[in-house]
């Protein structure tokens, strides 16, 4: 089989879990954690790093920022042969008690992006695979770090929360009333298309964000690497898991 277009990667050249990072920077500190790795591919915003850990083949790929970007993602590593997904992004918090460099392991995604429409209709859930949110709440509580299991948000358009000179600024300032007041824990850009891609597919995925910023404060990022060491431990301990597991 041919490379596949954007991510440039082939069938061998990725493990069965894949570990997405939104940010290509994030790939090369990810394979940090491996027990061996190598850079197998750099194509647009798609960087992977293929290794083990403990024996079992792993790979790192970034999906770029947004839901077009991860969509592409995850389908052409699953034409290749990954089978497991395991997002390890960062996010802002929408509640006082989920505070900087937490952990969120996501249960439930809220769907305002519009990627996901193109593949189901609006009522059709955004949910991680239950095995793999159950390992990354088994290994975050095994390796001790802060963490909170539940609802997030994802969203297309970063700064239009931000702004009150939009046209829609005022519907916008709602909505976010609406999601704190449902208990919904942060947000960021990616979870619903992978999330959902994988549930149609047949594939298993799941989300452990590392809280960077007080989006109820209106302060998106404060510290863009708080927590992230903890969040890749932790998906790295549920890959463990997951494998003993089969």
């Given at each position: 089989?041919?490379?596949?277009?954007?991510?440039?990667?082939?069938?061998?050249?990725?493990?069965?879990?894949?570990?997405?990072?939104?940010?290509?920077?994030?790939?090369?500190?990810?394979?940090?954690?491996f027990d061996s790795a190598q850079k197998v591919a750099e194509n647009r915003e798609f960087v992977t790093y293929t290794g083990e850990v403990g024996g079992i083949p792993i790979s790192a790929t970034s999906t770029g920022i947004g839901?077009?970007?991860?969509?592409?993602?995850?389908?052409?590593?699953?034409?290749?042969?990954?089978?497991?997904?395991?997002?390890?992004?960062?996010?802002?918090?929408?509640?006082?008690?989920?505070?900087?460099?937490?952990?969120?392991?996501?249960?439930?995604?809220?769907?305002?992006?519009?990627?996901?429409?193109?593949?189901?209709?609006?009522?059709?859930?955004?949910?991680?695979?239950?095995?793999?949110?159950?390992?990354?709440?088994?290994?975050?509580?095994?390796?001790?770090f802060p963490h909170h299991v539940g609802i997030v948000h994802c969203k297309d358009a970063f700064y239009a929360e931000f702004?009150?000179?939009?046209?829609?600024?005022?519907?916008?300032?709602?909505?976010?009333?609406?999601?704190?007041?449902?208990?919904?824990?942060?947000?960021?850009?990616?979870?619903?298309?992978?999330?959902?891609?994988?549930?149609?597919?047949?594939?298993?995925?799941?989300?452990?964000?590392?809280?960077?910023?007080?989006?109820?404060?209106?302060?998106?990022?404060?510290?863009?690497?708080?927590?992230?060491?903890?969040?890749?431990?932790?998906?790295?301990?549920?890959?463990?898991?997951?494998?003993?597991?089969?």
């Amino acid at each position: 089989m041919a490379k596949q277009y954007h991510i440039s990667l082939g069938k061998g050249e990725v493990g069965k879990y894949v570990l997405l990072p939104g940010d290509p920077g994030r790939v090369p500190l990810i394979a940090q954690f491996f027990d061996s790795a190598q850079k197998v591919a750099e194509n647009r915003e798609f960087v992977t790093y293929t290794g083990e850990v403990g024996g079992i083949p792993i790979s790192a790929t970034s999906t770029g920022i947004g839901c077009p970007s991860a969509a592409i993602c995850v389908e052409e590593l699953a034409r290749i042969g990954a089978q497991v997904f395991i997002r390890v992004g960062t996010a802002g918090s929408l509640q006082e008690h989920v505070g900087l460099g937490h952990l969120v392991i996501t249960t439930g995604a809220v769907r305002e992006e519009g990627t996901t429409r193109h593949y189901v209709p609006a009522s059709y859930p955004a949910v991680p695979d239950f095995g793999v949110t159950t390992a990354l709440a088994e290994a975050a509580r095994k390796l001790g770090f802060p963490h909170h299991v539940g609802i997030v948000h994802c969203k297309d358009a970063f700064y239009a929360e931000f702004s009150e000179d939009l046209p829609l600024s005022e519907e916008r300032a709602r909505l976010w009333r609406v999601w704190r007041r449902s208990r919904v824990l942060a947000t960021s850009m990616e979870s619903a298309a992978i999330f959902v891609l994988s549930s149609i597919k047949g594939l298993r995925a799941g989300e452990i964000l590392a809280i960077v910023g007080m989006t109820y404060q209106d302060h998106p990022v404060v510290d863009k690497e708080r927590g992230m060491e903890e969040a890749i431990r932790v998906a790295i301990e549920a890959v463990k898991i997951l494998e003993g597991r089969e």
